[in-house]
C-alpha cells in the first residue's frame, strides 16, 4: 500500500508501451514542456541506484516531464532512438533530441537538466 502511494506522488511517469511514448512525446510538444527521459533496466544496478535521483530532480524541476523508460519492455522506442547502454539520458524538445547522457553521475545529469530546463522556460518566454 505504502508502495501505492508513492507511485500515486511521483512526478515521473512510466512509458510502458511505443503508443504512451508518442503520446506523451505528442502532449510534451503541443504544451512546449520540455522532456528528460531516463532509459534503465531492471537488471542495471547503475541504473536502479538512479531511479530515486531522478524522482528527486522530477520533484525539483516541476517545468519539465520526467519519463522512465524500461528499455527490456519498450524495446521499439529505445531501438528508434539508439539507446544501446543503460543508464541512458536523454533531453528532448519538440519531439527532437537535444542532448544525451549516458552513465550514472548523477552531478552531471543535474548540470544538464539544470541548463536543459532554463533554456526551454527562456525560449518559452521568448
Known amino acids: 500500500m505504502e508502495d501505492q502511494e508513492l507511485q500515486k506522488s511521483s512526478r515521473v511517469v512510466k512509458v510502458d508501451s511505443p503508443e504512451s511514448w508518442n503520446f506523451y512525446v505528442s502532449q510534451a510538444k ?8 531516463h532509459f534503465t533496466a531492471s537488471w542495471c544496478i547503475p541504473s536502479v541506484f538512479m531511479n530515486s535521483f531522478f524522482e528527486d530532480l522530477a520533484s525539483s524541476y ?23 547502454a543503460m543508464p541512458t539520458f536523454m533531453f ?3 519531439g527532437n533530441t537535444m ?4 552513465g550514472a ?18 525560449v518559452h518566454i521568448a
Do not use: H, M, T, Y
Open 30 to 37: 503541443s504544451q512546449a514542456c520540455p522532456i528528460v527521459a
Open 62 to 84: 516541476k517545468d519539465a516531464l520526467f519519463l522512465i523508460v524500461d528499455v527490456d519492455e519498450v524495446k521499439e522506442v529505445a531501438r528508434r532512438l539508439k539507446v544501446k
Open 92 to 94: 528532448l524538445k519538440d
Open 99 to 102: 542532448d544525451k547522457l549516458v
Open 105 to 122: 553521475n548523477p552531478d552531471e545529469i543535474k548540470k544538464r537538466v539544470d541548463g536543459f530546463v532554463q533554456s526551454s522556460r527562456l
